[in-house]
Every structure is written in structure tokens, then in C-alpha cells.
């Protein structure tokens, strides 16, 4: 077969999600010629079925907490929710985001061809669809993760958090089985919205090596939300039965749910499209090994964002993809600093942290620990007994936070801005001297006067 060889550019970007737009426009925008192959829809992950719908479902779940609390404010509430409509608002907004990432290619010069991808050397990458190749200077490979399935007997009825957003009814009842932020997330979800959830995982509480108090407190919020968890069990197999899976437990328990969701982490994309014949070294989780500059093994191919395995967040994919932009075609080489991240579970309650674990800052010395627990002001004419939880851990010598964690209404945005202060290397005292903003909840990480307990030679006193 004949191939035509077209035009050559400076930069082919293989994904359009958050690394790779990013990437491409800023390239753009230096002047480099800029090609971007999609194969599904542009905006990736992140806008079509990550962070943006997640968030929009997680602001449909809370009415019930609103209706909940309603009455202790005098109002008196007659709701009912319905799926469809959510989903179709959800579908519009993400179409419309959508659009606004394609003019943003365009406005910044990038060229964007919506194919499949596939690596045929360091400087040449072929499409699909079309059967023509690309010639270029650099590859960025984008092409981030897709969710895992564990390879048991009817996994086929399972669905991920793929399907999740486009159900086409909501089940009765459901079973997610993973530990992690998205099984915390859908469960929660989920269970505003009215559906059974049963949560199952195979350790023994969720959100494995997040602060020790976060994951007490969010399970207790999880109980407090009707949310069955069953944790150290797999589930070992699925069965169709009417309208109903059937799902068998490692222990040999079988119980029947209208949907099974896996939640059990994401696999890199690297398989299928020429990595390896390229030169690209992956790494024993499949991930692309990369140097500090997103440089992979093959010095003409970068690799950014999730198919990294470094932090799977869309902040750090958008960092990532700006360096390579930088490095590349603004002689100004970055190496993006991953040590101080934040990051947020939306599950209810809400939790976000930065910085050390109070187990993890132990290991740096002697610490310090303030601790606050209190009900949110909100739920305080109501019976709702759920508290709230902030928690700063620090250096015992010289006061620097190690680590700051809340968990309740509002934790994200309180993170969000405690990161600015610990990325300055803030200390007790920094914190201590701001002014405190009344009546927030955030104030209380302003106003802590003793440590709450300490550790001394890594005993608690
Ligand atoms: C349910 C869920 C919730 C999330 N919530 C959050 C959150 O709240 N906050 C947060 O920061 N992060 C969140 N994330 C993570 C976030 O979505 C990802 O970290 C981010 O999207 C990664 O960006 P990326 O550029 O690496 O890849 P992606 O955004 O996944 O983009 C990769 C693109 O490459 C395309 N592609 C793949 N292979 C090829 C090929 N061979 N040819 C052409 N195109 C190809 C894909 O179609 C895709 O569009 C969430 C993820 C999930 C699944």
C-alpha cells in the first residue's frame, strides 16, 4: 500500500485531554508547527467523563443534605429528582466545555485531526483511520489511562466509571467494589441520589495512604450515609439473574445487585500503538518511564499526564504538558516539582489533603499535632450529629506544617489555599498570624493555640 507522507510539523500531540492540549496550544503559541490526534472526544478524561461531570453529580447528590437540614431553617421541601435530566444538563455542559477546548486549539494555531494514533518511529506517527503519516520533530505522547476490570467470570456485566455517567436509569441497588477516591466518589453519588450502595474492598478502609483520621472519618460519614461497607473481600465472580447481578464474595457469600461497578484503579494506554518499536521503555506497571523533563527513552518522544504513572491528577497532566511546551519550544527547560500535590475526594463528607500524613511526618522527627473537631455550623439547628475535622501536622523544631488535612463542607477550597502557604514553606506561626475569618470553618486552622498531642521520639505523649 501506498502511504502519503504530509506535512511536516514540529510537535505531534497523541491525546487531547488535559496534558495533551495543553501542551499543544502553549507549543502553538511559540511558533511551533502543532498537529493533535484525537480518537474519541476532545477535552479527554477530565471533561468527558473525569473531574467535570463527576463534580456536576456530586452537586446533584448534595440536594439531599440540603433537604435533609431544610426544616431546622424553616423550609419545608417536597423534591424529587430525576436521572435523565441530569444526565442530558451533564451532556450539554461537557459538549459545550468540549467546544471551548477546540476553539482554544484553534485560536492558538494547533491543527487538530481526530483520528487514532499509532507511533511508527521517533519522527513519525501514522493515522488510522485516515492511512497517512505525520512527520515531525517531537512526539508527545497524551493518551492517559482507561479504568481496569479484574479478569473474573462475568466481568462483562460489570460497568466502570465510564458507564456510570450514562446510565440510562438509576439501579436500586448497586455494589462498587475499590477503596479508592472514585469508588468513594460514585458511592456517595450514588447514594444521594437515592440508590442501595454497598461498597466492597479488600482492604480494610478506604483511601489506602491518606491521613489515618480522614479515612476513619469519611467511613464513619459513609456509614452515616446508609453506605454498606465490606471491606478485606474481593469479589470473585458475577452472574446475570433476571434483571439482576449476582455477584459471589470472596468468602463465599452471594448477593444480587441492580448494577456492579469496578472501581479498581486505571491502566496506563500504552498498548497498541508503537510505543515499544519506537524505543520507549514502559515501566513494570505498564506506565512510560519519563526523565524530570517528561522525556522518555526515545530522545525525540515526551510523555505526559496519567500515561506517566506519576500523579494521576488533571492539575499535574496541565503542569506537565506547559514544561514540555516550555522546554521544547520557549528554551526554558522545566522539570515540574510533584513532591507537595494536593488533592481532594468529593466523596460526604468531603475530604482534601497536602503534605505528610501524620504517620509519614513521623518519620522526619519529632511533630507536633492540632487537631480541631467540630459540627459545621450549618447542621447546628438540626439533629445531623456529623463533625468536621482539621488537622495540621508539623515540625516540633522549627513549627514547619508537614501536612494539612480537613475533612467536611468546603475541605477542597480550604486545601486549595493552604497549599499556597506550604509551598511558601509556611510554619505554625505564619499560619497563626493571619487573621481569622468569622464565622468559617477554615478559621480553625488559624486559631489552634497547644498541640492537640505530640510526638517525641516517635512515641505519642
Ligand atoms: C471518574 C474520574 C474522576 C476524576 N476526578 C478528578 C478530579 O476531581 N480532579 C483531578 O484533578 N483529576 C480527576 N481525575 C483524573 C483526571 O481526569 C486525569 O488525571 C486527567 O484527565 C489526565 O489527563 P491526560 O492528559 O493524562 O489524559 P486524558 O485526559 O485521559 O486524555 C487522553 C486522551 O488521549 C486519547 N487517546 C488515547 N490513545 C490515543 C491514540 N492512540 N490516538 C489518539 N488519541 C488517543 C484519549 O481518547 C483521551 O482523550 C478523574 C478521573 C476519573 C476517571
Known amino acids: 500500500m501506498r502511504v502519503a ?4 510539523y514540529d510537535l505531534v500531540v497523541i491525546g487531547a485531554g488535559s496534558g495533551g492540549v495543553r501542551a499543544a496550544r502553549m507549543a502553538a503559541k511559540y511558533g511551533a508547527r502543532v498537529a493533535v490526534v484525537e480518537e474519541f472526544r476532545v477535552g479527554g478524561t477530565c471533561v468527558i467523563r473525569g473531574c467535570v461531570p463527576k463534580k456536576l453529580y456530586v452537586y446533584a447528590s448534595r440536594f439531599k443534605d440540603l433537604f435533609d437540614v431544610a426544616p431546622s431553617f424553616g423550609w419545608q421541601v417536597d423534591a424529587s429528582f430525576d436521572w435523565p435530566t441530569l444526565v ?3 451532556e450539554r455542559e461537557i459538549t459545550r466545555l468540549e467546544a471551548a477546548y477546540v476553539a482554544g486549539l484553534d485560536g492558538a494555531g494547533a491543527e487538530l485531526i481526530r483520528d487514532r494514533a499509532e507511533i511508527v518511529d521517533g519522527n513519525t506517527v501514522r493515522l488510522v483511520g485516515a492511512g497517512r503519516t505525520l512527520s515531525t520533530r517531537y512526539i508527545l505522547v497524551a493518551t492517559g489511562g482507561h479504568p481496569f476490570i479484574p479478569d473474573i467470570p462475568g466481568r462483562e456485566l460489570a460497568i466502570t466509571s465510564n458507564a456510570a455517567f450514562d446510565l440510562r436509569a438509576l439501579p436500586s441497588s448497586i455494589l462498587i467494589e475499590g477503596g479508592g477516591y472514585v469508588g468513594v466518589e460514585f458511592a456517595t453519588i450514588f447514594a444521594g441520589l437515592g440508590v442501595a450502595v454497598t461498597l466492597v474492598y479488600r482492604g480494610t478502609c478506604v483511601l489506602r495512604g491518606f491521613d489515618e483520621d480522614l479515612r476513619q472519618g469519611l467511613d464513619a ?8 461497607r465490606i471491606y478485606e473481600t474481593n469479589v470473585d465472580a458475577l452472574r446475570r439473574q433476571g434483571s439482576d447481578v449476582v455477584v459471589s464474595f470472596g468468602d463465599g457469600v452471594e448477593a444480587p445487585f441492580g448494577a456492579v461497578m469496578f472501581a479498581t484503579g486505571r491502566t ?7 510505543l515499544e518499536q519506537a524505543g520507549v521503555r514502559l515501566r513494570p506497571d505498564g506506565a512510560i518511564e519519563v526523565d524530570k523533563f517528561s522525556k522518555t527513552s ?4 515526551y510523555a505526559v499526564g496519567d500515561v506517566t504513572g506519576r500523579t494521576a491528577l488533571t492539575p499535574v497532566a496541565i503542569r506537565e504538558g506547559a514544561a514540555v511546551a516550555e522546554t521544547l519550544f520557549n528554551d526554558n527547560p522545566i522539570a515540574v516539582d510533584h513532591s507537595l500535590i494536593g488533592s481532594a475526594v468529593f466523596g460526604e463528607p468531603e475530604v482534601a489533603t497536602i503534605g505528610l500524613t501524620e504517620d509519614e511526618a513521623l518519620t522526619h522527627g519529632d511533630i507536633d499535632v492540632y487537631v480541631a473537631r467540630f459540627r459545621p455550623m450549618m447542621n447546628s439547628l438540626s439533629n445531623n450529629p456529623a463533625r468536621m475535622m482539621l488537622k495540621l501536622v508539623t515540625l516540633a523544631e522549627t513549627g514547619k506544617v508537614l501536612g494539612t488535612h480537613v475533612l467536611g463542607p468546603g475541605a477542597a477550597e480550604m486545601i486549595q489555599l493552604a497549599a499556597v502557604a506550604m509551598g511558601m514553606g509556611a510554619t505554625k506561626s505564619d499560619f497563626d498570624r493571619a487573621v481569622a475569618l468569622h464565622p468559617t470553618a477554615g478559621e480553625e486552622l488559624v486559631t489552634f493555640k497547644g498541640p492537640s498531642y505530640r510526638y517525641r521520639g516517635g512515641v505519642k505523649v
Open 88 to 90: 442530558a444538563n451533564k
Open 298 to 301: 526515545a530522545p525525540t518522544i
Open 221 to 228: 460519614g459513609l456509614e452515616a450515609r446508609g453506605i454498606r
Open 268 to 274: 496506563p494506554n500504552t498498548e497498541g500503538f508503537g
Open 5 to 8: 507522507v504530509t506535512e511536516a
